[in-house]
């Protein structure tokens, strides 16, 4: 039999529960829910029994379907299975929308999740460029080649206070813990605008604070007087202001106190002459008691002697004393030599000296009586007794004379140097004045070794110049490799004129180029540049720049030997050009491990020109390339602001929001900062909406990705570049070498360089300026015409490769190249016609005019 037949057919089975509205598995259940069907046993009477009696009750009762019992057919298996399939498909269809239904709720969810997050997102860039914006207000001042510069928002020059218009205020007797913010506000109360006001030092004297703080020249007299002597904490502050001196190269120095006289001299002293038993007690007492120290004096014991050109009789028991005060007893001169003195006698003095009190008021009186209308007592500003422990101890009386000036002090010098005062019996006093300007350099012993030849021969030639005028000093500095040279003197000229040949010599002579590999390679490199050539060589790893120190022909061969190993290092490096989609792929992953393959010095990577600059090997080339491949294939999907990194044109990466909305990625904004320096377009700015918003990058923005060193060579290479795009504006001092600049007036005005001395009009720019006359006066001394026509010849004899920019007059040469020729005062020149252009003008102009933008020789 087969084992089917064994089971039982439920489908033929009434569902019992069905009956009694019990069934809970409505259209799934197996069994048979209707009245006609078959029992599982037979009867003799089919019509009668437990069976038929369910059949009467269950009449009249609705199907699954909805129709009533009576109207069913009847079941068969056809049918049954027919049925099982619609309850599966019914299940299926219910599961289908269950699934449906959540389907639905959890997009809602997602949908909800999505637009709390946006939401969210935009508020926090509306923080983010709410705070980009008060960030876009903060300024930073800076000093920088002298002068005093204010940046605004994008490193744009909002103001500055060049060194030939500012002076220095020193605060004096400051609590020591008074801070920098209090110091400003000092000012600031004073009206003093606060972009103006440049703290140059703050630091601790004697337990009290003294600051330093550059100001414009005008202001700062005005804020002196209202300053001088007012109450801050409880304490009279004391203000005096100064002339500045750039600290630029040679440190600059009004020598301190130089407006200060010293005038000392010999205080009055006693000598005693003691008596001994014998001989050899007085040896013994000398020994013993010689070099003792008396009321802060040195006492000075020996064995009195028959004076030269006498022949009376000495004790050879007795002892000479010497260096006693005047006030000494002989009492006291007994308990000083021991009780074993049989006798104690005071020598008489040769000469009156009066006591140091008295004699310092005699002096005085002698200074104000020596000249009318008072004018010592003008002139004085204090009278000061300086006897310290030092000067007692050599019997010296010392006093101070402060006056208004080191020409009044010097006056006052002349007055007594040499002159005897009788109260002084009859001797003259020990001045001291020093001389008001001071700069010093300091060398490496390498370079003074190297340059030794241009030292000795700057020395010999100033050996014979007048030493209050100036003097000249070159010394080692003990303990240390470097040598000290200073230049010191009274003449503002003559010290300058000597201040600027020692920074000549000081500058050695850049090698145009750089390359890292100089750094590295600097101690085994110098040493060999040193040892072939003679010069020494010194790599600045700040500036990017290679100096040599030495003679004319060792310098010669150095720059062969450094422009050698610079070209041979440049052969070893490649520059590709990235496509713009892949910056952003190298600045995160790319150029990381290009970096870690070839040292992070030898990859860079600008992310304005595109340019990566990477060693020069096969193996380094190959990984570029693979590199550049692999950026084409990185997604770049927008953010959920649907905003893009302006700079690499990728969905934004730990997104930095500027003010104007934009936000880049901060990466980027890396990458631009660091590589500012290169480039003279400022300020910088968003480079949103295809780079035309123009929205200034806040300032700490930009410090956040730069070394104080970095952000400082960044600001001098934007303020060069302002000042070659003004010279309206302003000018260099005309001293070679000299960075200090001034601003261009229209009225005609003497200004001296605080760094040189050097004066000049700083409207014609003409040398030592022109005091009383204009300056068309003063061109027409200085003979104009015939410079011009000089100048003139000289360009003509020179083919038409040299002419002058028709906005500056600066002269320009044309090696080679097209005929569009750009001068640093930011004009466009057509070479051929000599006309200034503006920047999207002048192509079409040679083009129109020219026929083309080179010429065309047949």
Not at 325 to 343: C, F, G, H, Q, Y
Not at 389 to 416: H, I, M, P
Not at 738 to 760: F, G, I, N
Request: with cysteine.
């Amino acid at each position: 039999m087969h084992r089917d037949a064994l089971k039982p057919n439920y489908h033929m089975t009434p569902c019992r529960y069905y009956a009694q509205g019990k069934c809970k598995k409505g259209d799934a259940c197996n069994f048979v829910r209707e009245a006609t069907a078959q029992p599982t046993n037979s009867s003799p009477h089919p019509m009668h029994g437990p069976s038929h009696d369910r059949a009467s009750r269950n009449a009249g009762l609705p199907r699954h379907d909805g129709r009533p019992v009576s109207q069913q057919r009847e079941t068969g298996p056809d049918t049954i299975a027919q049925r099982k399939a619609e309850a599966k498909e019914a299940a299926a269809r219910r599961r289908e929308a269950a699934a449906a239904a959540r389907r639905e709720a959890r997009e809602a969810r997602e949908l909800a999740e999505r637009e709390r997050r946006k939401a969210t997102a935009k508020q926090e860039l509306e923080r983010l460029t709410e705070k980009a914006r008060e960030d876009a207000t903060v300024n930073v001042q800076h000093l920088i080649m002298g002068s005093a510069v204010t940046f605004q928002a994008g490193l744009a020059i909002r103001d500055y206070t060049t060194g030939y218009e500012s002076s220095i205020v020193r605060v004096r007797n400051l609590p020591s813990d008074a801070q920098e913010r209090e110091i400003r506000d000092l000012f600031t109360q004073q009206g003093v605008d606060p972009a103006k006001i440049l703290l140059l030092s703050n630091r601790l004297v004697d337990g009290t604070r003294e600051a330093k703080v550059l100001l414009d020249a005008e202001v700062g007299k005005t804020i002196a007087v209202g300053l001088d002597g007012i109450e801050f904490r409880d304490r009279d502050l004391s203000i005096d202001i100064s002339e500045y001196h750039s600290p630029d190269k040679m440190g600059y120095g009004i020598m301190r106190d130089a407006d200060v006289l010293s005038v000392s001299w010999r205080s009055p002293t006693v000598r005693y002459v003691v008596s001994y038993p014998s001989a050899e007690i007085a040896r013994q007492r000398i020994q013993r008691l010689d070099g003792m120290s008396y009321h802060g004096r040195k006492l000075r014991f020996e064995v009195n002697q028959t004076p030269p050109g006498h022949s009376f009789y000495v004790d050879p028991g007795s002892v000479k004393i010497s260096n006693l005060p005047s006030s000494v007893t002989d009492e006291t001169v007994r308990n000083i030599t021991w009780p074993d003195a049989l006798t104690v006698r005071r020598l008489p003095s040769k000469v009156k000296i009066e006591e140091p009190l008295v004699a310092a008021r005699m002096l005085y009186d002698l200074l104000k009586d020596s000249w009318k209308n008072d004018w010592f007592r003008r002139a004085l500003i204090s009278f000061d007794d300086t006897t310290d422990d030092a000067n007692e101890s050599k019997g010296v009386a010392s006093f101070n004379l402060q006056f208004r000036s080191w020409e009044e002090a010097k006056f006052v010098y002349d007055f007594l140097k040499d002159r005897k005062l009788s109260f002084l019996g009859d001797a003259a006093c020990w001045l001291r004045l020093p001389l008001p300007i001071s700069y010093v350099i300091t060398l490496s012993v390498e370079q003074h070794r190297a340059q030794r030849k241009y030292w000795d021969a700057l020395l010999l030639e100033f050996q014979g110049w007048n030493t209050d005028e100036c003097s000249l000093s070159i010394s080692d500095v003990m303990g240390k490799p470097l040598v000290r040279v200073r230049a010191l003197g009274s003449s503002a000229k003559v010290v300058g004129f000597i201040k600027t040949r020692v920074e000549k010599i000081a500058a050695g002579q850049k090698v145009e180029g750089w390359h890292p590999g100089i750094g590295r390679l600097e101690s085994d490199f110098a040493s060999r540049v040193l040892a072939q050539t003679g010069a020494y060589m010194r790599a600045d790893w700040r500036e990017k720049q290679i100096k040599l120190y030495g003679r004319t022909a060792a310098i010669y061969s150095a720059r062969r030997m450094v422009q050698a190993e610079l070209a041979r290092l440049g052969s070893l490096e490649r520059m590709t050009t990235i496509p713009r989609y892949g910056v952003r792929f190298f600045l995160t992953k790319g150029l990381a491990e290009l970096q870690e393959m070839c040292g992070k010095e030898a990859v860079h990577l600008d992310p304005a020109t595109l340019i990566l600059t990477t060693p020069n090997s096969d193996k380094v080339l190959h990984a570029v390339s693979r590199l550049i491949g692999q950026s084409k294939s990185q997604p770049r999907l927008a953010g959920t602001l649907d905003m893009l990194c302006p700079i690499c044109l990728c969905d934004v990466d730990t997104p930095i929001v500027l003010g104007c909305g934009h936000a880049t990625c901060s990466s980027c904004l890396q990458h631009l900062a660091t590589s500012a320096s290169g480039t003279t377009k400022y300020p910088l700015t968003c480079m949103g909406n295809n780079a035309k918003c123009g929205t200034p990058i806040p300032i700490p923005y930009i410090q956040r990705f730069l070394t104080p060193a970095m952000f400082l060579k960044l600001l001098k290479s934007i303020f060069v570049a302002y000042i070659a795009q003004h010279p309206h504006r302003l000018r260099y001092c005309q001293t070679p070498d000299c960075e200090q600049v001034y601003r261009v007036t229209s009225r005609p005005r003497t200004v001296d360089c605080p760094a040189c001395l050097a004066s000049l009009c700083s409207a014609c720019h003409a040398e030592d300026g022109h005091d009383g006359i204009s300056c068309r006066e003063s061109r027409l001394q200085r003979d104009p015409v015939q410079q011009e026509r000089l100048a003139e010849e000289w360009m003509m004899s020179q083919g038409g490769r040299v002419k002058k920019c028709p906005r500056c007059s600066v002269l320009m040469e044309k090696v080679d190249g097209c005929n569009h020729m750009s001068c640093y005062c930011g004009a466009h020149i057509c070479w051929t016609c000599g006309r200034d252009f503006h920047a999207d003008d002048i192509y079409p102009h040679l083009n129109s005019a020219h026929g083309g933008i080179i010429d065309v020789r047949q």
